[in-house]
């Protein structure tokens, strides 16, 4: 029969070697962290490690995070997370702009957006909307791959003036593939040239038919120039946002995805992470991809220090130990040991990962004893 040494059964636990030693004494077994162990004495460990063997994947690296679940009680309702997607140039931005009611624009270099923003605003009724600018559908494409859905609806940006274009298309494919419910919102509706009855018309090559064509995605005109179409817009993502009845649980240690990440000279590394679940407080010891850290301050969208951060709020985040990747887990844990030592395993699996194309996760380690 097949066995697993010790050691790298406590590696991919991300438990320390010499506990699983002392649990198998107590077991009434002598082995070292070299010697090999059976699978039904490695299942035994696991279980009595407090891990869910079913639960874990790949992506699911801190094991203990992954196999919890929040019961139905604990749930309260979130804000939607709603990503702008649409061909460069279509008025992503400028229309965020608008719906913020801040120039953003004007402070980019050049007109084009760099980085994806993370912004939260509040609408007259009172409802938080999240929203995601994206500089083209990479980031979105690449934190799809990586299982990390923070997306709850995307608006698909198209200009009225211009028409269905190469990453029009692919915005649209992405949405589909990731089963994420659209909206449609045909910008630059104030231009001369505008034609929104041909924009809706063309979308239908693409399978997507709007409310105006019979369908069921919602569509609406608007303009970031006028601000015309605006509160519809707004109205359809709350409606949207209703039917989808969006939940999370605040209560919990933080749980978050990195949105998008840099090393500023003067800050250190800084991340802007979206809260999935749970709530991230100022102080908290956490694992952010293959980094430790403490949350040593946080920033909101207006650069406002604030202490804690609920689901569905995106913040800027300081005090992190390297710079993670766009699409990282950020985890909440309990001790500064846990916290390097769940880096280290993860630092360990990303090494695989890159040496040998071989899946290093409990379950595929299982079937394939099996
Ligand atoms: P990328 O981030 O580079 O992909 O572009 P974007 O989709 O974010 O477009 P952006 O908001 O930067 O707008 C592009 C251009 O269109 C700018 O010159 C805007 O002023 C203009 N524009 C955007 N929305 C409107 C609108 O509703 N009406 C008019 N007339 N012009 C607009
Ligand atoms: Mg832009």
Redo the contacts with the bound molecule.
């Keep these: 029969p097949e066995a697993i040494t010790v050691q790298e059964l406590a590696n991919r636990m991300a438990e320390k070697a010499a506990d699983l030693v002392k649990s198998l004494f107590k077991m009434g077994m002598m082995v070292t962290i070299n010697q090999t162990i059976d699978q039904d004495t490695a299942e035994l460990l696991v279980e009595e490690f407090g891990h869910n063997i079913q639960r874990v994947s790949e992506s699911d690296v801190d094991i203990d995070a992954a196999a919890d679940v929040d019961a139905p009680e604990t749930l309260k309702p979130r804000p939607p997370v709603v990503t ?1 997607m ?13 719906l913020r009611g801040t120039d953003v ?1 004007r402070g ?1 270099a050049g ?3 760099q980085h994806i923003g993370a912004y939260q605003i509040k609408t007259k009724g009172g409802d938080l909307i999240t929203f995601l ?4 559908h990479e980031a979105f494409t690449e934190m799809r791959m990586r299982g990390a859905n923070v997306t709850d609806i995307v608006i698909l ?1 198209v ?1 009225a ?1 211009d028409g269905i274009m190469p ?1 029009t298309i692919e915005a649209i494919n992405h949405t589909k593939a990731a089963g994420v419910p659209m909206i449609v919102a045909i ?5 001369h040239e505008a034609n929104p009855q041909k924009i809706r018309e063309r979308l239908l090559e693409h399978e997507v038919i709007v409310e105006e064509m019979s369908g069921d995605v919602q569509d609406v005109e ?5 601000g015309a179409g605006l509160d519809k817009l707004i109205e359809k993502i709350l409606l949207q946002a209703e039917l989808l009845e969006l939940t999370a649980n605040p209560d919990r240690a933080a749980e978050a995805t990195v949105i998008e990440a840099k090393l500023d000279k003067g800050k250190g590394p800084l991340a802007t992470v979206l809260v999935n679940r749970g709530t991230l407080k100022v102080g908290d010891i956490l694992v952010v991809g293959t980094h430790s850290g403490r949350v040593r301050a946080m920033l909101d969208d207006k650069g406002r220090q604030i202490k804690e951060a609920p689901p569905a709020l995106p913040v800027e985040v300081l005090g992190l130990g390297g710079v993670p990747m766009a699409g990282d887990t950020l985890t909440v844990v309990e001790s500064e040991a846990r916290a390097r030592e769940v880096a280290a395993y993860r630092q360990e699996q990303a090494t695989a990962r890159r040496t040998t194309h071989a899946p290093a996760s409990l379950e595929n380690m299982f079937s394939a004893l099996a």
Excluded at 86 to 98: I, R, Y
Excluded at 222 to 226: L, Y
């Design positions: 702008i649409g061909h460069v140039d279509h008025g992503k931005t400028s229309l965020l702009d608008a624009v980019e007109g084009i957006t600018d994206t500089p083209g940006v200009a003036d990453q910008t630059k509706a104030d231009k608007v303009s970031a120039k006028t």
